[in-house]
């Protein structure tokens, strides 16, 4: 499933889909990044270290399968593929309602 539409602001991202919409803050998109920093850190076992005052500095479409993200610190090779952005938007959805 691909969003009709994003929108993207500085402290989160919102993607709409066919069947509805689901945002994810900076932080969380941050803390979730797969680029090869971050997966080395985690493979380590180290946590990922998210900046506090982590914000959205711009995106860009790769394909018709995934996002990527830059965040204001200069971190920008995070892949994030739909179905990525997706399993983020329940699990943080799963959270808020705890
Ligand atoms: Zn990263």
Redesign the pocket.
């Known amino acids: 499933m691909t969003p009709v539409e994003i929108l993207l602001a500085p402290q989160a991202l919102t993607l709409v889909w066919p069947n509805g919409s689901a945002t994810l803050s900076a932080q969380a998109l941050r803390a979730a990044?797969?680029?090869a920093?971050?997966r080395a850190a985690t493979l380590r076992g180290q946590p990922?270290s998210v900046p506090t005052e982590t914000a959205l500095a711009g995106l860009e479409p790769l394909g018709h399968y995934a996002l990527q993200l830059r965040f204001a610190d200069g971190?920008e090779?995070?892949i994030y593929p739909w179905a990525y952005l997706q399993q983020l938007a329940v699990a943080s959805d799963a959270a808020a309602f705890r």
Do not use: K, P, T
């Open positions: 990044c797969r680029c920093d971050c990922i971190h090779r995070g």
